[in-house]
């Protein structure tokens, strides 16, 4: 196969390395493979985001590919074409020249197509006296057919993350509108709770969105949402099932409002969630398996525990149990209370309540007694991880707006 010149009439781009490589490998792409080209064509239109070319590219390529007698690309019939540019400019619904000639040069930048050069830079053929074509100067589709299968693979990729996207999209949606419900109908029916606090924290989720979201994006604020729909469907059951309708604005209290308090168990629940609450995600009854919090909402609620890990950072699960083991020897936690803790509420969550009550150690004469109390409390059903967390949120956030 002739490689591309280094420069060429009409603006053509100078060959640099990657070309040159792209178009090595594609001469040395196995013989006798054949693909359909219109089954190439639309998995690279499926893939044009990964590959980096426009609609209108593709609508060029289309023109090209219209110009190749075959339905089938094979290297039997040769896969050079070489039409003129008027005749492109017909069959690319009548790009202006300059136009055409940017899109072919990222078709080439691409890996779709390749040069192939004439000595005087014209597209012609050279055929015999039977008609046949010998040799052609144009354009070759030969990437095309070298890179079917993975061209494939890029398109069903796109499509899979395409899907994985909308799913996010309508798990976020659907909690979303549950939540906005919950507190609307709490708000109408007049529950006891801080209802104020709880939709200003719902809008502050919605508000990290971005305008132009991606998939990352969303999943961490999926999880937040659907941890504020348990918590607050948990509030309103308590509230509904509890037999001392007086306590339930305390208990509610707890569970949401009271971040600016002396003691930190008054973001916790209280003993009375036994009267017919359903435990929190954070409690994990004897044999039951425990769901942990989000990361990035532990380490947003508690960011002192960072500079305790792995380099002086978090960046995953494991680092921050490595953390909360350094911060239980500093604060004098024994190791059975820490150990007590791991079995009852699960590592992860365990080593969350350590970040918490680093937190706010000020407030805590005992670290160690606090956290056997947090873990009696687990063991019992009493004990929640949510409320401490979204209290510690909410003092962090009212603390930055207040520097700003």
């Not at 509904?240 to 569970?255: F, G, L, M, T, Y």
């Not at 036994?274 to 947003?300: D, E, N, T, W, Y």
């Amino acid at each position: 196969m002739q490689i591309g010149s280094v420069t060429t009439p009409f603006g053509r781009r100078p060959m640099t390395l990657a070309l040159v490589k792209g178009q090595l490998a594609t001469a040395e792409a196995k013989s006798g493979r054949s693909a359909d080209k219109w089954k190439v064509f639309r998995d690279a239109c499926e893939a044009r985001a990964v590959l980096g070319v426009t609609d209108r590219a593709l609508s060029v390529l289309n023109a090209l590919l219209s110009f190749y007698p075959d339905q089938q690309l094979g290297e039997e019939r040769g896969l050079v074409v070489f039409p003129s540019n008027n005749q492109l400019t017909v069959r690319a619904h009548g790009i202006t020249g300059s136009t055409l000639r940017r899109h072919l040069a990222a078709l080439v930048d691409a890996g779709l197509i390749i040069r192939k050069d004439s000595p005087n830079g014209k597209r012609y053929a050279h055929k015999d006296k039977s008609g046949t074509v010998e040799d052609a100067f144009g354009f070759s589709l030969a990437p095309m057919l070298a890179r079917a299968a993975e061209l494939a693979h890029m398109a069903q990729q796109v499509a899979a993350d395409r899907k994985a996207f909308r799913l996010a999209k309508e798990r976020l949606s659907i909690c979303r509108r549950d939540v906005r419900k919950l507190i609307s109908a709490a708000m109408e029916e007049g529950a006891s709770g801080d209802w104020g606090t709880i939709e200003q924290h719902f809008i502050g989720l919605l508000a990290r969105l971005p305008r132009t979201p991606i998939i990352g994006d969303l999943e961490p604020i999926t999880e937040e949402m659907e941890m504020l729909r348990d918590e607050i469907v948990n509030l309103l059951e308590m509230q509904v099932n509890s037999e001392k309708p007086d306590s339930n604005a305390v208990q509610i209290e707890r569970h949401i409002q009271n971040s600016n308090t002396d003691s930190i168990h008054e973001s916790e629940p209280s003993s009375e969630t036994k009267q017919g609450a359903k435990p929190s995600q954070a409690i994990r009854p004897a044999g039951q398996l425990i769901k942990a919090f989000p990361l990035g909402m532990v380490l947003r609620a508690c960011p002192e525990i960072a500079m305790y890990g792995p380099g002086g950072s978090v960046g995953n699960w494991r680092d921050l149990m490595a953390a909360a083991v350094v911060v239980r020897s500093m604060l004098g936690v024994s190791p059975s209370a820490y150990q007590n803790a791991c079995e009852i509420m699960g590592p992860e969550n365990a080593a969350a309540a350590m970040a918490c009550i680093l937190e706010r150690g000020g407030q805590i004469n005992s670290a160690g007694g606090y956290l056997r109390d947090l873990t009696r409390r687990a063991e019992d059903g009493e004990f929640s991880l949510g409320p401490m967390l979204m209290a510690l949120l909410r003092a962090n956030s009212s603390a930055v707006s207040k520097a700003g």
